[in-house]
């Protein structure tokens, strides 16, 4: 009973949650449905001002589709697995495993700022190296297929990505938070906002690159080459994996910008079999392809 209490309780705690965030009964700095939508439409509207590639539609090739995923993402198919996470949350209580248990340090008595920059780096590098796994292992590949069936760029194309993503990120994520003491800090929702925009930016039509900065912020330009149709020599699982960060990838030699027209192929090859709507899209990756 007391598992079953957890995932009722976990539904419904995260049903109420995004209700009273539509309905603007949360403080608007832990609002993520409005500030998705806020920072959307931000970034959409450079992309209409300040098109990169100037042919492209202002609502490209499965923009729609894009738009429903950042939704089904964020919210829809977090509704559906809080109960799982919350009766898992048990399950180690019950074997003694809490947040704290693989904690490092306490950073509890750091300046909030320093806090913030620690958890910022440390997410965004569990993240970077889940991404390498995704290109890297060929059935967390399959999954990530989804994401890479991209043909024209654009901001909603972000959150466009298979629902197995998120029980692939989860685990590494969550075991991040309990390296750094179990907690998040109090200013959380910096950090979350923050990679909700540059991973918007990263995605648009927009050519940025943040000058000097490139080798630090993950930028349009270097993740356009992140989803190239051809890899070049030397890159057989890919390049660019950097989330919110370039850091990573210069670091351990993954990147890879030889120009920035931006007019590349995108995509992979054999993109033309993944089903192009969003149920065929759903149960993708589990059945395995035929050679």
Do not use: C
């Not at 700095?29 to 939508?37: K, P, V």
């Not at 994520?173 to 990263?202: D, R, S």
């Amino acid at each position: 009973m007391e598992y079953i209490d957890a995932f009722i309780n976990g539904f419904l705690g995260m049903v109420r949650w995004t209700w009273k965030s539509i309905m603007f009964e949360v403080p608007w700095y832990t609002n993520y449905f409005w500030g998705l939508i806020v920072i959307s439409l931000l970034v959409w509207g450079l992309e209409i001002l300040f098109p990169w590639r100037k042919e492209q539609s202002i609502f490209r090739k499965d923009f729609w589709l894009d738009a429903f995923y950042m939704f089904f993402n964020f919210f829809i198919f977090a509704i559906i697995i809080s109960g799982v996470y919350k009766v898992l949350e048990v399950l180690f209580a019950d074997f003694g495993i809490t947040s704290k248990s693989l904690s490092l340090i306490d950073f509890t008595g750091w300046p909030q700022w320093l806090q913030l920059l620690i958890f910022f780096i440390i997410l965004d590098f569990v993240q970077w190296f889940t991404h390498v796994l995704l290109h890297r292992v060929p059935a967390f590949w399959e999954f990530h297929k989804v994401h890479h069936s991209v043909k024209e760029m654009g901001f909603a194309a972000h959150l466009r990505f298979h629902w197995m993503e998120n029980i692939l990120y989860k685990p590494l994520k969550t075991l991040g938070v309990m390296i750094l003491g179990g907690f998040e800090p109090e200013q959380a929702y910096i950090v979350h906002f923050a990679a909700i925009a540059i991973g918007h930016f990263n995605h648009a039509n927009i050519k940025l690159t943040w000058g000097p900065l490139k080798y630090i912020l993950n930028n349009p330009v270097m993740h356009l080459y992140h989803h190239a149709y051809n890899l070049p020599e030397g890159h057989p699982y890919g390049m660019n994996y950097g989330i919110s960060l370039s850091l990573w990838d210069y670091m351990f030699r993954t990147n890879y910008i030889p120009e920035s027209s931006g007019k590349i192929e995108l995509g992979f090859p054999g993109d033309e079999k993944l089903p192009k709507g969003f149920w065929g899209q759903l149960v993708y990756g589990f059945k395995k392809p035929k050679k």
